[in-house]
């Protein structure tokens, strides 16, 4: 069993990518290339959910704020889906949560991870 | 058993022979429509069954088997034998033999190409006997010889076993036998007996029947033939049929030959007519031998008389009266002596009108002495007592005895020598004309045997023909003219031929302007209609008027002084094949129904003989296309056998094209194969082009005119057979074209023409049945091949590309676990990742390390053969990369992309080459493609990888490169492993000494303690630090930081950090303004992503409290433990560093009482996991509860026990833990 799973969806113009499981320094590489992937199809706009994710160390962080400078470059929108409290508390600790825009998960949708 | 392609047998039903073929047992495999049509058997009835159980007499199998060994030894056998057909009749047939084998040479079976030459051996046969029948008539001298050489060699040839001669006595009108032949004479001997004894007169029995009517009779059962009277001998001999001829002469019957077998024989008409000529021929002989028994006849005559004659003697006196009168004299004259004595001589004996000028002769000598008698033998006519008056010849004498004067006359009656005088004149003109006849009939014999040997052995149509006619101006007539019908049933004059050459040239004008055309006034012209023979004794002016086309045609025919003509049919198997016509210019020698007969025979035969020579040419023909078909089957076999065997399609064209040039004797060739698209043939393979002409017709649009394109768009062969036809069908092709004629035949397949086949000749030709034939199974061999290649091609690159699409994998995977198992050493890791593409995917590969000097350092280089290795590790040593140069590796390790070159030019190797050597060498490694990758680790090129081909002349695609970058990217990761392996041994501690102080600095009345924890097996610089100093104004700066990502890179960013901090905490208080400072730096410095959090506190103290000025940036904020064990977080999140340009940083301050202790952390510490759970921040202040009341290092320890214990293995992440406490 893989510690991250990823997956893509386009929902409008807007394209999803969820990850759930443990995203650190072992599994960040599966998300950088699912975000090289993604980028290449040049969405209008990213959100990335982050509310399955049970981990994130600062490796996601920086793989976070990397997609957050490339989105700001290329002119592409991102969103955050909010993840747990942990996950939440990385980003609090980085000063990010002002920086990064959070959205809400839907009603129970991240609910269950 | 399957001995045969289809596209074999299938050119084997189109053969104009019968093939057989047999395995080889003899069991027929295959049977065309043509040995159906031969053998009577169909396809269905004979395949299965054995060739010599189905074709081969009784009695001959033995020989049959004899001639399939030798076929198996030899590989061939041709010769004649007989067959029996399915309706019983005998065939001779012709037959080439040839071994089938498959590819590997072995023989399968056996091919027989067969066409039926009984109809040429029948009439070879025919020849024989009249070539035998003319050579007895002209050498036998009797009757009785030449009849039997006769009956010998008919019954020999034609199979009878008994025959007779019968011929005819006028006297007696009877017919007797007068000669016999019997195959056996013991069983015939009574028939023999019975016949010699039997005397018939014309109508009796079968001879009689015969020579009554004329004609020839057949009878296929004697014993029902009531015409037939010696059936009791015949039966007792056995003898069934008969077949009897009459010998005649013009219209005269000589005789009878008779001829009986003992079989049923239905009647033969060749044979029939054959047997005609021959008894017609002895007709003339026996009109020959009785011309000169009529010669010998007369002369004896003639000296009979003459030797039976005597002489009367009478004598007178002066006065003219009878003196004596002697014996002979009374029987002549019919007076007795008695009476005769005294009386006047003149008026006893000689005639009262011729007494006058007796007497006065007889006065004239008395008175002159002067006699026109005397002494001299006159012929006189005399009186006999009858009064019938005679001739007498007189010699009269005078008497010289003394007395009267007297004479003496001897006197012979010649009445019979005057009779038989007249008689021999008589006789003397029919001795002359019975030689005339004797030497025309034998002249007639001489030509008939020498026109018989000619025509026998002539082989050439046209030649035979003039050689006849030359024969016949020599022996029969002074012109002869020689019409024939050829294939469109027009008339052509073969040969017109005078005796006087002199007249050459009025008789070629009969040849070439008056020749006869089909109703024209010429007799010929008649003759080929009615099929009749025709002759004139005379052709009178008006004749040579109405048969002749205009004056012109009349002049000429009276300058020849034509006289005289026969003109006969020539009749071969029923049909009018032309004319002979025979003129005669002498007066003296004009034709009659006996020259008929000769002209007409002679018309037979050379009708014949010519048949035979068309039968003859035709049979060559046969035998020349069977041996030929033969030949071309095995071409296309070996054709097969070498297709079968070729993999490539240049192969199969390569196969076919020689084949096509070698078997057509064609100069030049080629093929050219219809491009993908359809819109082009591209030329693949030539023979015996120049170089320009090849570029100019290396691809041809499939719309335009040039040949292969029209046979490829029609798909039929286009053929051009000289110069003038190729100019006025292509226009500026053809002109500068070479060939005088070419052949250009579609390469199909099912009914597609996927290519041509263009054959060009040199000089003028044309191309036979069989050229195109084999052109066309060339061409549809060609296209199966090609198909089968095609097909094989695209299996084997599907094969290829899956086998490729494996190994890819294999590699990948390959690489991954060679290059995770062991990150140990650097240099071992690259030559490993080099071997891997070796030689799968490169022949050469080559990887290069960027040094950090900016150097290019060749660490690896691959190749499958060590000299070739050792080559590229000395070029490598004597040519270092250039950094600066503007390609190649440096250029893909300045811009960190992958570079494709599919194919490597000349050019791009002139100008990469340092000098003319390196050129040298470089060019003779062959570089055909080449890829270079960059290794790019966590977004740092550390080098590149080139992958090159050469001997395998392998082309790459973008698809390589994608899977070169794949490799890459592994090898960049195992690259990154082992020097990170390799500077943590060797560097991380003394870097991470530099990067962390050497030992904390005292702060009065305050305690400290630090731990530093890295993660694994601790030789990797953490990203960690933490720095505690004296910030000039009394005040000590505590920092603690994480930079993002780890190893030098990270330890590069440490030192910038803790720089920053020590140099702008001199000048700066507030722990925010220093960090924003830093913040500005490290942007400043553009370190890419990588981004660091840091937390800064200020300490103050006056020994005994401590004042503490706390700013985060993006850093966990640090805790205050109290004396009392209450724990709480101090400060505000501030936004993390490096990353945005005004960060959010706050400072908080808080006061730190005695026994208070603040503890800095980094996210190492909160961030370790057991299983999927985190140490995180309430472990964090569970642990630092218990530690109340312990000192700083205390305090520190607890929180790295409490970790460890959470988790009792290495640390996953590095971590710091700095702890200070005023002093209780």
Redesign the interface.
Known sequence: MTLLEVSSSQQGPMLVVRVSG?L??STAPILQRELDRVAEQSPAAIRLDLSAL??M???G??LV??MA?RAQQDGRGLELVRGTH?VQ??F????????LTFVDPEGGDGSGA | MQLLGRTESSVLDQLHVAVVVTDLDGVITHWNPHAEALFGWTGREAIGRTAVDLLIPAGAETGAETIIREVIADRSWSGEYQVVRKDGRTLDVYVTDSLVTDEHGEPTAIAGFSFDITQRKRTERRLAVQYGVTQALAESKTLAEATRRILQEICTIAGWDFGAVWTYDDDRDVLACVQTWVSDPAAMRPMVEETRRLEVRPGEGLPGAVFASRAPRWSAEILADPVFARADAAGTAGLRSAAAFPIVLGTDALGVLEFFGTDLREPDRDLSRLLEAIAGQVGQFVERTEAEADVRRTEARRRAILEASLDAIVAMDEGGRITEFSRAAERTFGYSRDEAIGRELAELLIPPDLRDRHRAGLERFRTTGESTLLGRRVELTALRRDGTEFPIELALTRVDLPGPLLFKGAIRDITDRKHAEAELAQMFAEEQRARAQAEQAGRRLTFLAEAGTMLASARDFASALEALARLAVSVLADLCLIDVIDDDGEIRRMVAVHRDPAKEALTLELQTRYAPKRGAPQPAARVIETGKPEFAAEMTEEFLRATTQDEEHFRIARELGMQSYVCVPLVARDRIVGTITLVSTDPAHRFGPTDVTVADDIGRRTALALENIRLLESEQRARRRAERSAARTAVLQSVTAALSGALSSREVTRIVLEEAVGQLGADTGAVGVVRPGGQEIETTQTIGYPSDVLERHHLTPLASTYPMAQAVRSRSPVFVHSRGELLERYDEWARRARSQAFACVPITVEERAVGALFLGFAHPRTFSDEDIQLLEALGRQAGHALERTRLYEAERQARAEAERARRQLAMLSEASSVLAAGIVDFERVLSMAAELAVPFFADWCAVDILRDDGSIERMAIAHSDPAKRELGRELQRRYPADPDAPGGVARVLRTGRAELIPEITDQMLVEAAPDDEFLRKVRAIGLRSLIIVPLVARGRTLGAMSLATAESRRVYAPEDQALAEDLARRIALAMDNARLYHERSSTARTLQQTLLPPELPAIPGIELAALYRPSGEGNEIGGDFYDLFEAGDGSWGVVMG?V??KGVDAASVTGLVRHTVRAVAMRERRPSTILATLNEALNRQSVG?R?C?VCYVRVTTNGRQARLTVS??????PIVLRAGGETEAVGR????LG??PE??LTDSAVDLAPGDALVLYT?GLT?E?NG?E?F??GRLHEALASAAGLDAQGIANILVEAVHRFRPEAP??DLAVLALRVTP
């Open positions: 443990e650190d320094v049970r981990f160390d600062s490796t962080l920086q704020l990397s400078s942990s508390r990385v609090q600790v980085a000063g990010l949560e002002e920086r | 994480d993002c990502g992503e981004f959090t985060s940036g993006g850093h966990p904020l999140p501030g936004t993390l990353v945005f960060p959010a996210d961030e996991r999927h985190m995180g921040e996953r992440d």
